[in-house]
């Protein structure tokens, strides 16, 4: 069985040493929203106040974090700079900036790609087009692998045991009121998005937005992250879905090709805009 990386054990989670606490810190500090107040950070962490300004005064002695108006705190540059040196180093990113660019232009319709970390889909890049609203979702935004059309696309791509480890979880959090959290009923959804190749969030991970999303694969065959387009579901009807699922599974196996995956009837992205794959 594949571990996710970074993921860390329940013994692990009881005792939190410097370095999680720390850690926990720096999550919420990136949250959107920011800048962020102390107590904002420590209600989101659980650490009491004084923890918290002890990490974020080291961090921002080592320029991760920095000061803000208010007593609150914003991602620092030394932060920023190392972020934007990882993602510009990313491989899988690099082939797929061109493919959610292709998407937008397509779809008309902002189209993302994320990651997983144990069982959560993270949102890493993203290709928007310009209109008068915005999706609420951005890069760094977390979803449950099984309320997010990314996330779905991922967990029909996994290990049996793997995806059962997410889907038997006690008390599955539903984030709107279609979403599904019944373990029978998910297997139904990953069975389906298995056999066309892109799963649909029907409005599982946020009212009104629908979103429809293809795995990506290394070249050992893991899913390895996920591409797909979302928008609001009197744009993204059921018709859009079904022209717009195989273009996102194309351009996933592109990026996956791009890796090394040998994916079956693969296809590129069509660019004389049929929808279909070559």
């Excluded at 959090?173 to 019944?182: I, M, N, Q």
């Amino acid at each position: 069985m594949v571990k996710a990386v970074n993921t860390r054990s329940v013994d692990q989670d009881v005792v939190k040493g410097p370095v999680d606490k720390a850690m926990e810190v720096l999550d919420a500090l990136v949250q959107p929203g920011g800048p962020h107040r102390l107590g904002e950070i420590a209600r989101r962490t659980g650490l009491t106040k004084p923890t918290v300004h002890r990490h974020l005064r080291t961090m921002a002695e080592y320029g991760f974090a920095e000061p803000a108006e208010g007593g609150s705190y914003r991602p620092g540059p030394r932060l920023l700079g190392l972020a934007a040196a990882a993602l510009s180093d990313s491989r899988v990113l690099e082939l797929s900036r061109p493919a959610l660019a292709d998407l937008r232009r397509r779809t008309g319709h902002v189209a993302f790609y994320a990651a997983r970390h144990g069982h959560e889909a993270v949102y890493l890049e993203q290709s928007e087009p310009a209109r008068e609203y915005r999706m609420s979702v951005r890069p760094g935004h977390r979803s449950p692998l099984y309320a997010c059309g990314v996330g779905l696309a991922m967990l029909s791509a996994l290990p049996a045991e793997e995806t059962a480890a997410v889907l038997d979880a006690p008390d599955l959090e539903a984030r709107t009121p279609d979403a599904l959290t019944d373990a029978a009923a998910l297997r139904t959804v990953l069975a389906r998005a298995a056999s066309c190749g892109y799963a649909v969030d029907d409005e599982y991970d946020e009212p009104d937005v629908r979103s429809v999303a293809a795995p990506v694969l290394d070249a050992e065959g893991r899913a390895v992250g996920a591409i797909g387009v979302s928008g609001l579901t009197f744009t993204l009807d059921p018709g859009s879905v079904e022209v717009f699922g195989p273009m996102v599974r194309a351009a996933a196996r592109t990026v996956s090709a791009g890796l090394g995956a040998r994916t079956p009837l693969l296809g590129l992205v069509d660019t004389a805009g049929s929808g279909e794959e070559a």
